[in-house]
């Protein structure tokens, strides 16, 4: 273990700042190569600079540290397919018309003997500058990354690669301390003395750490493919009905359920289930014992899995910190506003028609409330039969960051609710589940409501129709000004009835007001 509080690295990754003044709202397109023991990936951000999407993103199984531990260097077919992939990797780039690429290396080329000459190779076919950072930048980056996806997270981040594993404490927006080990399944899938060599470095490390770090109640974040590989399992052993990596979560007897499950499994039937390579399905047994170990010693009160590693961490440290502090919710839905929605910035009118309904709602329930509203016209080109289906999609699949599973789901049927009146009869009603009684009636109070405001507005710069909530009194009221009357056909009226009585609400209407 090294690197408590070693220094940050100073290297410049992309040549040039990628957010020339805080105010920037969109990133331009850039391209990340993170080359690590086991995959060497690109990926190009693109999109909401606070919440960037995958432009495109593509991973190459090469195990360059396959072996390292027995010869102290690359795995020379691993080394022959990641020049191949890099080669790719910088023609794409070329392609796309991207002048600045930047590669990182961890582990494997940090460690082998032949790791400086595998980086001049690179750069002689290529071109390609390859920065190796050290164990406590690794660690470093990868609680970045996470904070761009979670603000104002704290807890533990856990990166698992293939020949290392990383740790590093996070707290209001900052990281902590830091440690590097040498707990890397590839890494250990050799050792002296076999499955009780294994078991025996795995126990003795862990303790260091739980020695090192000291107590760790708080969250514990998973960076990293194995850990990734463990949680598809975890899914697929508990019947989880949503299918999405980030933020999902899990509790330490999750964690020894699904171990006790693994090793009961036939690993290669396991691996056909969940569509897991057969090379990352090799390292799951150890990194599995590795995670139960952690999870005993630091007794987090959950564990969250980040899609959110290294190469988002190498964004958010450009960030300047108005920008960090920005919602990357919010973010991301005014982007897909302004680029997709037929009439950009009726969104924020919507919210506040709809506000009255909600103007006593939790902080977490507001920020879902408006980013409902923002993306409540983004699916529009989609066939009206199924659009209300599509919205659903795209709220519970979409690279948004900053959102929970439930949170996915609430946002996903208050925008199915925007396009139709009844949620029965969909393919997602297993996910409705995820949300308690109160949850989808909110969420059918939003989307019912949006689906009446949508109406009301000839003229987005006017407010023409307002409501007016009296909770109490059950007293639902619209007022509709004399230029907005022609809108408030029969149509709008049902809409309106509809809405109310899902509040269990009297309805009103005063078309008076000129």
């Not at 862990?206 to 990734?228: I, K, N, Y």
């Not at 987090?300 to 964004?315: F, K, M, N, Q, W």
């Not at 680029?339 to 977490?364: E, V, W």
């Amino acid at each position: 273990m090294d690197g408590l509080k070693e220094p940050a690295q100073e290297w410049e990754p992309f040549n040039r700042p990628l957010f020339k003044s805080p105010k920037t709202r969109d990133l331009s397109r850039v391209a990340v190569i993170d080359i690590g023991s086991n995959s060497v990936r690109l990926v190009v951000f693109d999109g909401a600079a606070r919440s960037p999407a995958y432009f495109f993103n593509e991973k190459v199984m090469c195990a360059l540290g396959a072996g390292l531990a027995e010869t102290g260097k690359l795995n020379p077919e691993g080394r022959t397919r990641a020049l191949s992939a890099l080669r790719r990797f910088c023609s794409i780039t070329k392609g796309i018309g991207l002048p600045d690429l930047t590669a990182v290396a961890t582990a494997a080329v940090r460690e082998a003997s032949d790791g400086p000459e595998f980086v001049a190779q690179v750069f002689e076919e290529t071109g390609l500058k390859i920065h190796v950072i050290n164990g406590p930048e690794e660690a470093r980056l990868s609680a970045q990354g996470v904070l761009l996806g979670w603000p104002g997270s704290y807890g533990l981040v856990c990166d698992i690669g293939g020949a290392s594993m990383e740790l590093a404490e996070i707290s209001d927006g900052e990281v902590g301390q830091r440690l590097t080990t040498p707990l890397g399944p590839l890494k250990l899938i050799n050792i002296k003395g076999g499955k009780k060599g294994r078991k025996a470095f795995i126990t003795k490390t862990l303790d260091g750490l739980r020695a090192t770090m000291g107590p760790q109640s708080d969250r514990l974040f998973l960076v990293g493919g194995s850990w990734r590989a463990i949680a598809r399992i975890d899914m697929h052993r508990r019947g989880y009905p949503l299918h999405v990596m980030h933020e999902y979560r899990m509790t330490a007897r999750d964690i020894r359920e699904t171990v006790k499950y693994i090793d009961a499994s036939d690993l290669e039937k396991l691996r056909s289930a969940i569509s897991i390579p057969s090379s990352r399905m090799a390292l799951v047994p150890i990194a599995a014992q590795i995670l139960k170990g952690i999870a005993k010693r630091f007794k987090p009160h959950d564990i969250a899995v980040s899609s959110y590693g290294i190469r988002e961490g190498i964004l958010y440290e450009q960030m300047p910190q108005i920008m960090r502090d920005r919602d990357p919710l919010i973010e991301s839905c005014h982007f897909a506003e302004r680029k997709d929605a037929r009439l950009p910035g009726f969104g924020m009118r919507l919210h506040k028609f709809i506000f009255p309904l909600f103007q006593n709602s939790a902080p977490d329930r507001a920020r879902l409330v408006r980013a409902a509203c923002l993306l409540h016209d983004v699916s529009w080109r989609a066939h009206p039969d199924f659009r209300a289906e599509v919205c659903f999609e795209y709220a519970t699949r979409a690279n948004l960051g900053g959102l929970s599973h439930k949170e996915r789901v609430f946002l996903g049927l208050a925008l199915l609710h925007r396009y139709r009146n009844k949620r029965d009869g969909t393919q997602f009603e297993k996910l409705f589940s995820l949300l308690n009684d109160d949850g989808r009636k909110d969420a059918e109070v939003l989307g019912k409501a949006m689906r009446l405001g949508a109406m009301l507005w000839a003229n987005p710069d006017n407010e023409t129709a307002k409501l007016n909530w009296l909770p109490k009194k059950k007293s639902l009221s619209l007022t509709v000004t004399v230029e907005a009357s022609p809108l408030f056909g029969e149509v709008a009226k049902l809409r309106l009835y509809s809405l109310a009585k899902v509040l269990d609400a009297t309805a009103y209407v005063d078309m008076k007001l000129t």
